[in-house]
């Protein structure tokens, strides 16, 4: 079993920046799309972006275009997200997701998940 393992949140002021890092405990498994998801209570989790291990095509929620990059890093089948220009509202729990078989980047459907990682952005 893949196990998807998330590092990097934390608490942050608007307008700062954090950087998401999410690896498998596996190096050798390989996977079609990554994708980051966050959650706040009380809502369903939301695709935030994913990249494609295939094309490296990427998808961005319209919330966070031009404030977050996604990226991959192939020696280790790393994924980062690197989150600019943090606002209030981007207060959640950030998931690591990876896609085992080929559905599309605005797929929500994901084979394997993270723990999650709280990023809280307040003054």
């Known amino acids: 079993q893949v196990h998807l393992i998330e590092s990097g949140g934390g608490l942050v002021q608007p307008g700062g920046s954090l950087r998401l890092t999410c690896a498998p405990s596996?190096?050798?498994?390989?996977?079609?799309?990554m994708g980051w998801f966050h959650q706040t209570p009380g809502k369903e989790r939301e695709l935030v972006t994913a990249?494609?291990?295939?094309?490296?095509?990427?998808h961005y929620a319209d919330s966070v275009k031009g404030r977050f990059t996604i990226s991959r890093d192939n020696s280790n089948n790393t994924v980062h997200l690197q989150m600019n220009s943090l606002k209030p509202e981007d207060t959640a729990v950030y998931y690591c997701?990876?896609?085992?078989?080929?559905?599309?980047?605005?797929?929500?459907?994901?084979?394997?998940w993270g723990q999650g990682t709280q990023v809280t952005v307040s003054s």
């Open positions: 997701a990876a896609q085992s078989v080929p559905r599309g980047l605005l797929s929500p459907d994901y084979d394997y």
């Open positions: 596996q190096h050798t498994f390989t996977y079609y799309a």
């Open positions: 990249i494609s291990w295939t094309t490296y095509s990427t």
